[in-house]
């Protein structure tokens, strides 16, 4: 395994300036840019879309990892795509097909990736891993930022490994939710090669970014 990459969600920026945010968090070392996009109905709250998305992709170069929470996603994948997007993660519970929804990303450019919340089993994967490029492990429950992990997702990230692993391809396993410089070294040595952290980040303004990124990082 290379280094782990951090993907800061702009979920916990200041929305008043959310360019400006990007811009700090690429220059304090963020990999990706993590984008949670909600729709008030799969999830009970809600965020931004594609042009919101569109305009903020000329404030960074780095990968625009976008975790949708909406439910249907299919007619939407092209706007994503237009808007910029790199990663376009869905939940299987979005429905109704999931090996079309990933086909259709990926026809559109970008690479797919599946989320699964904290009581979703890893079966559901089996039959799409040839077929995606990153795995998410919601270790809460999806629609809030601040929220505190769920220790039981680390034993889902081990066999998620193993899975990975068999397939001998370059899947990136994420791990989205409640984490800490405290508990990211437990999802690293469980097997995440990606951590998404959103109030981790951002607390205590632009000045605080690089350390916080730093300190979500591998130790030792
Ligand atoms: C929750 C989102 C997360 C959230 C993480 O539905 O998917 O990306 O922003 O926020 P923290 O790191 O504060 O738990
Ligand atoms: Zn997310």
Known sequence: MTSVLISPSILSADFAKLGEEIQAIDAAGADMIHVDVMDGHFVPNLTFGPPVIKALRPHTK???D?????????QFIADFADAGCDLLTVHPEAGPHLHRTVQSIRSHGMKPGVA??????????????DDIDLILVMSVNPGFGGQSFIDSQLRKIEALRKKIDQTGREIILEVDG?????????????????IVAG????????SAYAANIAALRPKG
Request: charged residues 15%; aromatic residues 6%; negative net charge.
């Open 178 to 194: 409640g984490l800490k410089p405290e508990n990211s070294q437990a999802a690293i040595s469980a097997g995440v090669t990606a």
């Open 199 to 206: 109030s981790a980040v951002f607390k205590g303004g632009p």
């Open 116 to 129: 699964l919340n904290p009581a979703t089993p890893v079966e559901v994967l089996d039959y799409v891993m």
């Open 62 to 64: 780095k990968p625009f």
């Open 66 to 74: 976008v975790h949708l929470m909406i439910a249907p996603v299919d």
